[in-house]
């Protein structure tokens, strides 16, 4: 019986030796996996569910089908959601060429680059609560930053934020401003890890300027541009603290975008209704999953190729 019980121990010490490595990285990731699948994947089957339902959150669902999508395609205030959202993902593209401008110019050794690099970080560390917050009061038409120069031009100053024009531009630019940090950060760290024998052969070869930087630099900095562009779509598909804090969607809800509409039409005080506002946040959903892949498809293609 004893020696059984030896065997049987010595199988599985040596069938988790032959095996560790292969175990090893799935036992870590599982406590993420699961996590990922309570709070990540649960919600968004749940969120496809309750879309085909019409619920105020109290009563007993109702199930409706396909009508919430149908009703979307009759709402003016959800296509001019959609159009501010196209107009943030094109605005807020800027940040990645402009964070890698700003990382190459910070990325050299002279007096005072630490200072001038903590000032750019600064965004990137304060809430955007704030940042909405400043900027609001930077469009005050009386009292802030911007009304001064207008007036050195002649020009009277106006309430960028009440103007149904200019209420979503005045919104990106202040939503570009910790993004703009956050490229410039991840762009520093890929300057960081340049492999400098590929620098020097381009050099030998006669390789300088834009043509150094862009046949040897660049290529070397896709996965920082893959990370930076990523991250900025699914900002700009997901922007919501700015028109919360700076707008609550107005003047008129031009200056909505899908997220905030879906909370607006869910859960405050002009609706309660969950199914129009989950069919709203799958439509956003699908956008970004759709950009996400392509993008995803385009980089792997490429890696192939390269």
Same mark, same amino acid.
């Given at each position: 019986? @004893?020696?059984?019980?030896?065997?049987?121990?010595?199988?599985?010490?040596?069938?988790w030796?032959r095996?560790?490595?292969k175990l090893t990285?799935w036992?870590?990731?599982?406590?993420?996996l699961i996590?990922?699948c309570i709070?990540?994947i649960?919600?968004?089957?749940g969120s496809?569910t309750?879309s085909l339902?019409?619920?105020?959150?109290?009563?007993?669902?109702?199930?409706v089908?396909?009508k919430?999508?149908?009703l979307?395609l009759?709402d003016e205030?959800?296509?001019?959601?959609?159009?501010?959202?196209?107009?943030?993902l094109?605005f807020?593209?800027?940040a990645?060429?402009?964070?890698?401008g /700003?990382? @190459?110019?910070l990325?050299?050794v002279?007096?005072g680059?630490r /200072?001038?690099?903590?000032l750019f970080?600064?965004p990137?560390?304060i809430?955007?609560?704030?940042i909405?917050?400043?900027?609001t009061w930077?469009y005050?038409p009386?009292?802030?930053?911007?009304a001064?120069?207008l007036?050195?031009?002649g020009?009277?100053?106006f309430?960028?934020l009440a103007?149904e024009?200019?209420?979503t531009?005045?919104?990106?630019?202040a939503?570009?401003?910790?993004?703009?940090?956050?490229c410039?950060?991840?762009?520093?760290t890929?300057?960081?890890?340049?492999n400098?024998?590929? *620098?020097?052969?381009?050099?030998?070869?006669?390789?300088k300027g834009f043509?150094?930087f862009?046949n040897?630099v660049?290529?070397?900095?896709?996965?920082?541009?893959f990370?930076a562009?990523?991250?900025?779509?699914i900002?700009?598909?997901?922007?919501f603290?700015?028109?919360a804090i700076?707008?609550?969607g107005?003047p008129?809800?031009?200056?909505n975008v899908?997220?905030?509409?879906?909370f607006e039409?869910?859960?405050s005080e002009?609706g309660?209704r969950?199914?129009?506002?989950s069919?709203?946040a799958t *439509?956003?959903?699908? @956008?970004?999953?759709i950009y @996400?892949?392509f993008?995803?498809y385009?980089?792997?293609?490429?890696?192939?190729k390269?």
């Open positions: 019986m @004893i020696s059984k019980n030896i065997d049987f121990t010595r199988k599985r010490s040596s069938w030796k095996n560790q490595q990285p036992i870590f990731l599982t406590p993420g996590f990922f709070y990540v649960g919600p968004i089957f496809l309750i339902y019409k619920w105020d959150g109290l009563s007993p669902a109702t199930f089908g396909l919430n999508y149908i979307l009759d205030y959800f296509y001019i959601s959609l159009w501010n959202n196209l107009k943030w094109i807020f593209m800027l990645v060429p402009i964070g890698l /700003l990382a @190459i110019f990325n050299q002279i007096f680059i /200072l001038i690099k903590s970080f600064f990137f560390v809430s955007q609560v704030v909405g917050l400043i900027f930077f005050q009386k009292y802030g930053v911007i001064p120069f007036n050195l031009f020009l009277e100053g309430s960028i103007n024009t200019s209420a531009y005045g919104i990106i630019f939503g570009l401003y910790p993004q703009i940090a956050y410039l950060i991840l762009y520093l890929g300057l960081n890890n340049l400098p024998e590929q *620098i020097e052969a381009g050099r030998m070869d006669g390789a043509s150094l862009w040897i660049l290529p070397q900095l896709r996965p920082a541009t990370l562009i990523v991250v900025t779509v900002g700009a598909l997901r922007s603290d700015m028109v700076m707008t609550q107005g008129y809800g031009y200056s899908l997220a905030y509409y879906m039409q869910a859960l002009y309660y969950m199914g129009y506002g069919a709203i *439509i956003l959903f699908f @956008i970004m999953m @996400i892949i993008f995803i385009k980089m792997y293609q490429n890696e192939k390269g």
